[in-house]
């Protein structure tokens, strides 16, 4: 499949906001017909653009009340250092997101908790556990206006 066109842009951005449409729906919305339809999002599939979809949850009905940025600092740049941080990132269920950026720190974490004091053991007793881990610095989320993650 070449570059996107708008129907398949189109037929992206309503499955983004509602991934449980009916071929049908989803045919109407973007204005083709269903079997026109099924076959570009089979497309989509099969190449690899649309790799999966998710569910919706409300975080505080699940007992999720508290969610936090944090930025993390490696005391050094090695890649063993990196892989090591990352291995124990990905055994800590707190960690919904961890992404390896650019700039003064190495890592940027989307962390989810059931409160404040859940979140500061997690802060304590995993990453202060870390002996790689040189700075961290806390983005406490008060709101969220805009969120399309599922």
């Given at each position: 499949?070449?570059?996107?066109?708008?129907?398949?842009?189109?037929?992206?951005?309503?499955?983004?906001?509602?991934?449980?449409?009916s071929n049908l729906e989803?045919?109407?919305?973007?204005?083709?017909?269903?079997?026109?339809?099924?076959?570009?999002?089979?497309?989509?599939?099969?190449?690899?653009?649309?790799?999966?979809?998710?569910?919706?949850?409300?975080?505080?009905?699940?007992?999720?009340?508290?969610?936090?940025?944090?930025?993390?600092?490696?005391?050094?740049?090695?890649?063993?250092?990196?892989?090591?941080?990352?291995?124990?990132?990905?055994?800590?269920p707190e960690v919904i997101?961890?992404?390896?950026?650019?700039?003064?720190?190495?890592?940027?974490?989307?962390?989810?908790?059931?409160?404040?004091?859940?979140?500061?053991?997690?802060?304590?007793?995993?990453?202060?556990?870390?002996?790689?881990?040189?700075?961290?610095?806390s983005y406490v989320v008060?709101?969220?206006?805009?969120?399309?993650?599922?």
């Amino acid at each position: 499949m070449g570059s996107l066109d708008q129907i398949n842009q189109k037929i992206l951005h309503e499955l983004s906001l509602n991934a449980r449409l009916s071929n049908l729906e989803l045919s109407d919305r973007v204005g083709l017909s269903p079997s026109a339809c099924l076959r570009r999002v089979q497309d989509l599939e099969r190449t690899g653009i649309i790799t999966g979809y998710r569910v919706q949850t409300d975080r505080v009905r699940l007992g999720i009340g508290f969610t936090a940025y944090i930025t993390v600092g490696l005391s050094n740049h090695t890649k063993a250092s990196q892989e090591a941080f990352e291995r124990a990132i990905s055994r800590a269920p707190e960690v919904i997101e961890c992404h390896n950026v650019t700039g003064t720190v190495e890592y940027l974490l989307r962390i989810e908790a059931a409160d404040l004091a859940a979140y500061k053991v997690f802060h304590t007793d995993v990453l202060g556990t870390l002996p790689q881990v040189n700075a961290i610095t806390s983005y406490v989320v008060m709101g969220s206006p805009k969120d399309m993650r599922a």
